[in-house]
């Protein structure tokens, strides 16, 4: 799975969570404010009914009561039912259904009248009616002339169109958050493309390039973003790259016209050393031939001087008696010439 593929299940799973969190509140915020729209109307309805009741003229009877809070059911569609209670010092025990007019079939609690009534505080509650959904209000009112009397006006009204609004609000937000994924979606698409799908490719290819030894390759990226600190940190690292191997390529290129005179030299050496060694052979061939050529010399050379001793000798006799002598001369010094031409230099 690519980093993008990742990237994009993260942002929908985090965008959905938050669009469902954040529908859900607003869902919740608008029905409160569906449900305290319609308790104020209901309260308007139960405070008109409870001054209605308490000026109502007692000779009439409860019949004309019920008949008018018929009346009131059948002027408003959305009233669904008006009762009124009467609680004496609070007590469950003394609770009483004076009159009343209804659509649908519905009864309050006798603690939960007796509980509004002791803490004189108006009370919602939420119904379900077999006609759908609604709202019920118990409303406490102080009876005028019996301070120890207190009677509750129960208003209950219809919620079908908060209902509605809501349903078309959640059917709204729905398709609203679907809309939005989509577009953020979008936007993550062409953003990553220009954000990390196009610098990425450009790092990779100069990397892939460096590497088949391109060493003058760099990242051609100035932003200051996170991408060009990385681009400026690759530059810098293949920049002393460069410049350790231009190091070693000199050196090896040094070593290389070392080793090449080292190799130079040793070859003369070797030259010299064969040289030294014919050198040697041609002195010990010399000095042998020296040694069997001058003995015999210097004995000839030794009997030519001793007859030339003697006197008496036809001067033709005696000069190649001479002759003979300085011919061994001439040779023993032409043998040790020879000898010293051949002879290996001192080390």
Request: no cysteine.
């Amino acid at each position: 799975m690519t980093l993008r593929t990742r990237l994009m299940i993260m942002t929908v799973i985090a965008l959905a969570v938050t669009m469902a969190v954040w529908g859900w509140v607003q869902i919740q915020v608008l029905d409160r404010i569906l449900v305290e729209q319609q308790g104020r109307r209901i309260s308007s309805v139960a405070e008109t009914v409870s001054t209605y009741y308490q000026r109502f003229p007692t000779g009439l009877g409860l019949s004309a009561l019920d008949t008018a809070l018929k009346e009131q059911i059948q002027t408003d569609v959305r009233l669904a039912r008006i009762d009124i209670f009467t609680v004496v010092n609070y007590d469950i025990d003394y609770i009483e259904y004076i009159a009343g007019a209804s659509r649908v079939a519905y009864e309050w609690p006798e603690s939960l009248v007796s509980s509004v009534a002791a803490a004189r505080k108006p009370y919602n509650i939420r119904l379900q009616t077999v006609d759908g959904p609604a709202v019920g209000l118990l409303y406490p009112v102080i009876s005028e002339k019996l301070r120890a009397t207190q009677f509750v006006v129960g208003v209950v009204t219809f919620s079908r169109v908060n209902a509605e609004i809501l349903s078309q609000a959640q059917h709204l937000l729905v398709i609203s958050t679907f809309a939005l994924l989509l577009v953020i979606l979008l936007v993550l698409a062409v953003s990553y493309r220009w954000l990390i799908g196009g610098p990425l490719g450009v790092i990779v290819r100069t990397i892939d390039e460096f590497q088949t030894g391109q060493y003058v390759k760099r990242i051609p990226i100035k932003r200051r973003d996170e991408w060009g600190h990385l681009a400026e940190h690759f530059n810098s690292m293949a920049q002393e790259i460069e410049r350790v191997l231009a190091r070693n390529q000199e050196l090896t290129r040094s070593l290389e016209d070392r080793v090449q005179e080292a190799t130079r030299r040793v070859v003369q050496l070797q030259r010299e050393v064969n040289q030294l060694q014919q050198l040697a052979a041609l002195g010990y061939l010399t000095a042998t031939l020296a040694h069997d050529l001058g003995t015999p010399l210097h004995s000839i050379a030794g009997l030519a001087n001793l007859l030339l001793e003697k006197e008496g000798w036809p001067p033709d006799a005696a000069r190649k008696l001479e002759l003979i002598v300085q011919q061994t001369q001439r040779l023993n010094t032409v043998i040790q010439n020879v000898r010293r031409a051949t002879r290996p230099p001192e080390p």
